[in-house]
């Protein structure tokens, strides 16, 4: 029988007394792929986080390649062959991708012309396009990404862990990812793949395991699953097959023009687009990666400026307006759901109840409140968005990223807007939450508010839209409405 790379026996994780994980054993074999599947709060990064070294374990054994290790930091791990892909990027923004992908591994005497070569030839053979050149801070979501997976591969671990790999990519990206997944399995490196798309990991893995509330569930063949096995293991309840299902049967009626956009421009990102967004209706966006929708989006909140000359003209309810800072946009109604809720989305150290007050008082909110106070508007938000905590004053770092995107999203909904702009919702959030934040987003526009969804993921977009808007080359360049749109039409429409 084969020995296991990596071998956990009765490992347990506790948190302020409360456990994360439970007894949980978990087995990786050497050049495998195993899925580690669960929604949010089950422990799939802990476990994970245990072996690479980021946490200890409060109890059991884990051993590598068969001897018993304690490891106390990533680096340690690494020694040993062990590196992940965080589904959070622990890039240095002011380095180029270049020194990000070496960093740590430089030699004694380094030239930057060599290291900037070594580092495009190592990117190209992966299939990503990414200039080593180019400052970190300066890049997308999904080119940090990529970033990440290519440093992971460059330091040639026996076996690597990917959280929420594909969470940024693009349809392309992702098969360019699949096929280096399996070309490192052939090279015989261990892959564990942690992942909200089912879909994904009934396709690549080889063995599946599920975690439920920090306690292992099952572990099988793939082979032996289908999506509702996976979901029924996942969350303990069937979910309904029409969290994707089209709509259009339902599409509303739009109230008055709350935000138009004309000519909007700034830098090669947004050119000249145009668009409108209606009060009681949820306005979709689609467009890959580069296509201007999020560089538009953060203007109209105040995050980004457009061009001082000819950068076009946003209007909030028929009032032309220019946001120079987001709290203005704020004031006037408008909030923008961040894509990165990490670097973006909330202050990771505070606590919950010190977050939502701090975006109370970002909407002239009363600027000292008792504890008693930030308690009270936290829990009647942890029950609102079923935010899984031990209490409201957990640090928000301490939650997994499902319940984090809660808290960004309770965070702007306190400030009471108009127009509620979400970018990427859903990314890196299991199917228990997709649900509830689609309900969410239904409900906002059933209560009569201007919504604007921003997603990568066109089952997402069908579902949730009532007008769908197709952005390519940093213009809105197609609008479908739910009846007439096709995963076919929108895609044609954002590629050519």
């Known amino acids: 029988m084969t020995t296991p790379l990596v071998e956990m026996t009765a490992i347990t994780k506790e948190y302020r007394g409360v456990p994360a994980v439970k007894n949980v054993s978990f087995t990786v074999l050497p050049a495998e792929i195993h899925a580690l599947l669960g929604e949010n709060g089950a422990g799939k990064s802990t476990l994970t986080k245990i072996i690479a070294g980021v946490t200890g374990a409060s109890s059991g054994i884990l051993k590598v390649g068969g001897q018993e290790v304690a490891f106390r930091s990533p680096s340690e791990a690494l020694a040993h062959g062990v590196a992940m892909v965080f589904q959070e990027t622990s890039l240095v923004p002011s380095m180029t991708v270049a020194q990000n992908l070496y960093l740590g591994n430089e030699k004694f005497f380094n030239r930057l012309r060599g290291l900037t070569i070594a580092a495009q030839q190592f990117l190209q053979t992966l299939n990503f396009n990414v200039d080593p050149l180019a400052m970190v801070a300066g890049l997308g979501a999904a080119q940090k990404q990529m970033v990440e997976i290519a440093r992971a591969v460059l330091q040639k671990a026996r076996l690597i862990i990917f959280d929420e790999p594909t969470a940024t990519l693009t349809p392309e990206e992702k098969r360019y990812f699949f096929a280096l997944v399996k070309r490192l399995q052939q090279d015989g490196v261990a892959i564990v793949f942690i992942s909200h798309a089912i879909e994904e990991a009934l396709m690549i893995a080889d063995r599946i ?46 109230g008055a023009k709350v935000l138009s956009v004309q000519n909007l421009s700034m830098g090669a990102m947004v050119r000249n687009t145009s668009f409108t967004v209606y009060a009681g209706q949820v306005t979709g ?58 670097l973006e989305g909330f202050f990771d150290q505070m606590s ?15 600027p000292i409140v008792s504890n008693a106070e930030m308690t009270a508007l936290a829990e009647a938000w942890r029950g609102k968005l079923n935010i899984k905590t031990i209490n409201a004053d957990a640090r928000v770092i301490e939650l997994s990223g499902g319940n984090q995107q809660k808290v960004v999203i309770a965070k702007s909904l306190v400030q009471k807007p108009r127009l509620v702009i979400f970018d990427e919702p859903t990314r890196g959030v299991d199917v228990g939450a997709i649900a509830e934040i ?10 009569g508010l201007a919504v604007m969804v921003i997603s990568s993921y066109l089952p997402e977009i069908l579902n949730l839209s009532d007008r769908i808007l197709v952005a390519r080359q940093g213009r809105i360049v197609e609008e479908f ?7 076919q039409k929108i895609m044609y429409a954002a590629v050519h």
């Open 209 to 254: 395991t599920i975690l439920r509330d920090g306690e292992l569930v099952v572990t099988g063949q793939a082979s032996a699953f289908d999506r509702d096995k996976v979901i029924q293991a996942m969350v303990g309840r069937t979910l309904s097959g029409a969290l994707y299902q089209r709509h259009a049967g339902r599409v509303r009626t739009p």
């Open 285 to 342: 966006v689609f467009g890959l990666i580069g296509s201007g929708r999020t560089e538009a989006a953060k203007i109209v909140a105040g995050v980004l400026k457009r061009n001082f000359f000819n950068g076009g003209e946003v209007r909030l309810n028929d009032r032309p307006v220019t946001y120079r800072l987001p709290r203005h946009a704020v004031l006037d109604g408008v909030v923008y759901v961040t894509e990165d809720r990490k």
């Open 352 to 366: 919950i109840a010190q977050n939502l007050h701090l975006g109370q008082l970002a909407a002239k909110g009363p």
């Open 438 to 447: 689609h309900q969410l987003i239904q409900s906002l526009a059933d209560d």
């Open 481 to 487: 409405t739910p009846a007439e749109a096709t995963e």
